[in-house]
């Protein structure tokens, strides 16, 4: 839930950065905060591991670890499923600019209007996904939130098709698309994890790794793809949405063929 509120407080604040200091100052933000962040983590985050578990933070050996994650195929369907799904939302965040300037007709300080919405589904998501954890199995969970994807897909496509006024109807589906969403990240990444259960660090590490990844594709070759019109936005988030369901089908198969 935490996590959520990143997408909509990083625009909004990147919007009037822009408007009173310009956008070098946008840069020079990112570089204190991660300054800062490394700080913080270096005194303040203690690790957990007792050294007899610890391992040398060597590139090497690291790169190889890494390698034998992604040789399991359930564990990269997983990681995958997962970033699918990310990319439909983040379609709109990265996209930004050019959805709230030029589709809705608004000014680059308001961004609100577009992160707002999405952060709102993302919370409620979060919140039902922890209503519901234990009370039934994980696989059930995904499908449930690819259920609520389906619908927020069907209502984006269906009023872009018919040219509804940008403003409120081409934001309609977003908070539903991110509730669906969060529901399927906790059973996502617990499966994902569950394939490495002795390093389990290095697996969470390695799928957001995936999905970050999945994030830069995404603004250097897809999002410029689509960015015409707010129809064809639609039309990728359901898109990936139903790749990432396809992605957790395969690791199902694999799961089974264990």
Known sequence: MIFALAPALAPICGGWLLLWTGWRSIFIFLAILSASLVVVSWFLVPETLPPSRR????????????ATLLTKPRFVALALANAAVNLGIYLYVLA??????KHLGLGEQSF?????????????????AHRIA????????????HLVMIVAGVINIGVNAMHASPLPWDLVALPIFGLGMMLTQPSLQ????????????????CYVTVQQFGNFLSSALLVPLLLDSTLHMALGMAILQCLGLLMFFIAMRDGRSD
Request: glycine share 12%; with cysteine; proline share 10%.
């Open 134 to 145: 234990g009370r039934g199995s994980p696989a059930r969970s995904v499908i449930l939130g």
């Open 96 to 101: 930004a600019p050019t959805f709230v300037v």
């Open 55 to 66: 391992h040398r933070l060597d590139p090497v050996p690291l790169a190889r670890a890494y």
């Open 112 to 128: 609100g209007y577009l992160f707002v919405p999405i952060v709102l589904g993302l919370i409620a998501g979060a919140a039902v």
């Open 190 to 205: 617990v499966m994902a994890l569950d394939c490495f259960p002795e390093r389990r660090g290095l697996a969470s590490s």
